[in-house]
């Protein structure tokens, strides 16, 4: 099976991955200023472009991990993902919230798995 790779800006890492039926993707959004909610709006929309460009979409997204420089500011997240991710909830991914230490600027970086 084919493993089909897109490159990105950083060295060392692929931006998205497809293998067989999945999709890999990941984003951060530092250049999008210190706000979470414009990061985070930032972030994904980049996903949504590397899913559509290897043939998936949000609502096929069955894991997700967002990691945020402070936990605190998840309701604030929210505020961006839910709207994103839609009303629906059998679209909805598993998904969790994770507090860590980020580089540089970044408030927010998420990464996905999803069907193709």
Known sequence: MEIIRLTGSAVGRNRAVAFGDLVFTVATAGDAGDDLKAQAAA???????????????????????????????KAGFDEVWNPWIGPDPSAWPQRACIGVALAGDDQVEIVVIAAR
Not at 43 to 53: C, F, G, K, M, Q
Not at 55 to 62: A, T
Request: charged fraction near 30%; charge should be positive.
């Open 43 to 73: 972030s994904l929309a980049t996903i949504d472009r590397n899913l559509a460009e290897l043939g998936s979409d949000k609502s096929r997204i069955v894991q997700a991990t967002v990691y945020l420089r402070e936990i605190r500011r």
